[in-house]
């Protein structure tokens, strides 16, 4: 059975004007965990939680000519979406501040030819 991790994570609730988020220290057990590549995203909803499909587009550039499988799906509420969110939004700033600027449109990576 694999060791049990502990990771320090920032504590999601707002902190004060002036104050740094708290750490605190969340017991992890990911001997289970299944990891999956997706370079497609879809985001979906009810007022009550939202619905995150995960897939696999293997024509990135242009119109897919065959439908893209949906491989993994996270249905989760809206409180936890948001946490996410800042986590998704630190970590993107950190590498963007170390490797530079992620340009999400595909026009602009492509080099003439």
Request: hydrophobic content about 35%.
């Amino acid at each position: 059975m694999p060791e049990e991790q502990i990771r320090t994570v920032p504590d999601a609730d707002q902190p004060a004007a002036n104050e740094q988020p708290q750490q605190v220290q969340v017991r992890l057990d990911d001997s289970k965990v299944a990891a999956t590549y997706a370079n497609f995203c879809r985001v979906t909803g009810m007022p009550e939680e939202l619905i995150i499909d995960f897939g696999l587009n293997p024509q990135p550039i242009g119109l897919p000519s065959n439908p893209i499988v949906i491989t993994d799906r996270i249905v989760t509420n809206f409180y936890t979406a948001k946490r996410m969110l800042y986590a998704l939004q630190a970590t993107i700033q950190r590498h963007e501040q170390t490797f530079g600027t992620l340009e999400i449109d595909i026009q602009k990576r492509v080099k003439a030819q």
